[in-house]
């Protein structure tokens, strides 16, 4: 009888301190892995900001397509109007035209541009 | 042909000082840090910080979006942005301040510090402060770089008496943005 009160609380003292640390360390989103809410054009996904109906796209992962108008360090314009983060940009030029994955962070009213950031090229 | 000269020079010069007008960059950073010895690392990175600075008044701008400052432990991230900061509420984290006296043309490689009077908005609540910064300039890019506290109180964020121990009472701020002309 005893022996089995200390298998028990043991056994569940392990689980509580189990659930506890993934709860407590549970990993990063993998923006890669998850599906895009919206797939939009650099243009239209501006166009959602500017008229107060971006609610669905904040902290979210979107997929948004235009045309490559700047670079600075590992970070991208597309058409003016997206700015685009990545961990490490990879080779490209402007004026290109290229499918973007990434989580939308909000609007930035300085430079008008809508910014997402953990990025990566569909395409 | 000396007018034409004459005229090519002014008319260059313009065109040069219409350029150097104003600075800017999208990829500014800030780092903060509360982190209180043998707790928990309590740090985060926004390298994604838009600042334009006017060279020809010194008046200087930034903007950071709270959503993308970046944790290391999820969970922090996630409290951070859900508890603290209400980032949905208030997406973004503001300064606007201006150099007195700023001249462009004595920059150099060499580090000089000048002070930095502004206003920080954070949470929609705004606070005078004199940031002391060092201005520099690298391979035609005017670098900002800065250090500073910033009390959580001031701006009305609340931290739970269950974590108080393991935050900072003052949060540590680090910002570097290195200019370009446009």
Same mark, same amino acid.
């Given at each position: 009888m005893k022996k089995r009160t200390v298998i028990v609380l043991?056994?569940?003292?392990? *689980?509580?301190? *189990?659930?506890?640390y993934s709860y407590l360390y549970k990993d990063h989103r993998? *923006?890669?892995e998850e599906e895009a809410v919206e797939v939009l054009t650099a243009v239209? *996904?501006?166009e959602r900001f500017t008229n107060g109906n971006s609610k669905l796209l904040l902290n979210n992962v979107v997929t948004v397509s235009g045309v490559v108008t700047e670079i600075e360090g590992n970070s991208l314009v597309l058409d003016q109007l997206v700015s685009c983060s990545f961990s490490e940009l990879p080779e490209l030029n402007l004026h290109e035209i290229i499918v973007v994955k990434g989580r939308c962070v909000g609007y930035d009213e300085l430079f008008e541009l809508v910014k997402l950031d953990q990025c990566l090229i569909l395409k | 042909m000396r007018l034409l000269i004459i005229a090519s020079? @002014? !008319?260059f010069n313009t065109f040069g000082l219409t350029a150097q007008g104003k600075f800017s960059t999208k990829t500014g950073n800030i780092t903060f840090e509360a982190s209180v010895p043998s707790f928990e690392e309590v740090k985060a990175v926004n390298g994604d910080v838009g600042a334009i600075l006017n060279t020809d008044t010194g008046e200087f701008v930034a903007l950071a979006l709270i959503k993308g400052f970046r944790f290391k432990v999820a969970l922090m991230e996630e409290h951070f942005n859900e508890n603290y900061m209400e980032s949905t509420e208030h997406p973004k984290a503001v300064f606007k301040g201006k150099m007195d006296n700023f001249n462009p043309? @004595? !920059?150099?490689?060499k580090v000089i510090r000048v002070q930095l009077p502004g206003t920080i908005t954070i949470r929609g609540i705004s606070q005078s402060r004199v940031i002391p910064v060092g201005l520099s300039k690298v391979d035609g890019k005017i670098k900002i770089t800065g250090s500073f506290m910033l009390n959580p109180e001031d701006f009305d964020i609340k931290i739970p008496s269950i974590v108080r121990n393991k935050i900072a009472e003052s949060v540590d701020v680090f910002v570097e943005f290195n200019l370009r002309g446009e």
């Open positions: 043991v056994s569940l003292f392990v *689980i509580t301190v *189990i659930v506890g993998d *923006i890669s239209r *996904i501006s | 020079i @002014v !008319l043309d @004595v !920059l150099t490689e």
